[in-house]
């Protein structure tokens, strides 16, 4: 015999808490991704910060988002202070979130910060993947240093 399963008072399964905090966390990352895409910054700011206004901890992902959302917009510096507090929070990037930040210094120009970035990730024991080796070579080609 089946275990009846608890439900809410609108008569659907009832929704632990803790699964409730994870979906509204993954519903604001959804958010900042898709308002870096749209290129609409002060927006997705602003939903990274109500993560914490909601006394939600930001993950990985977030902060990726974020960075991203700054690169997109040409926001390179400010992408670089999300990724240095992603660490200080005591979280590891992972390649993606390398990734995006190397977009945006290959995007700009920048080939000798795009270039710590990668010796950054080694030491950190982040393995470049063919995306990243893609942003980097572009960026390469962009700024005629291909040698």
């Known amino acids: 015999k089946k275990a009846k399963k608890a439900r809410g ?6 929704v632990s808490q803790k ?4 979906l509204r966390l ?3 990352n ?8 749209r290129k609409e910054l002060t927006k997705a700011v602003k939903c990274f910060d109500q993560i ?13 988002s974020i960075i991203n959302a700054h690169v997109r917009c040409g926001e390179v ?25 190397l977009k945006g210094y290959t995007q700009v120009g ?10 950054e990730m080694e030491g950190e024991r982040v393995l470049p993947n063919l995306r990243t080796v ?6 390469c080609v962009r700024c005629g240093d291909i040698a």
């Open 110 to 119: 920048d080939l000798e910060a795009a270039s710590a970035l990668v010796a």
């Open 26 to 28: 993954q519903w604001l």
């Open 134 to 139: 893609n942003t980097l070579l572009r960026g």
């Open 30 to 37: 959804r958010q900042i991704a898709a308002l870096g895409n």
């Open 9 to 14: 008072e609108d008569g659907k399964p009832a």
């Open 19 to 22: 699964k409730k905090i994870k």
């Open 52 to 64: 914490a206004s909601e006394g939600l901890t930001p993950s990985e992902y977030s902060y990726t």
């Open 77 to 101: 510096k400010k992408a670089r202070e999300y990724l240095d507090r992603l660490k200080k929070a005591g979280m590891a990037p992972n390649v993606v979130t390398y990734t995006a930040l």
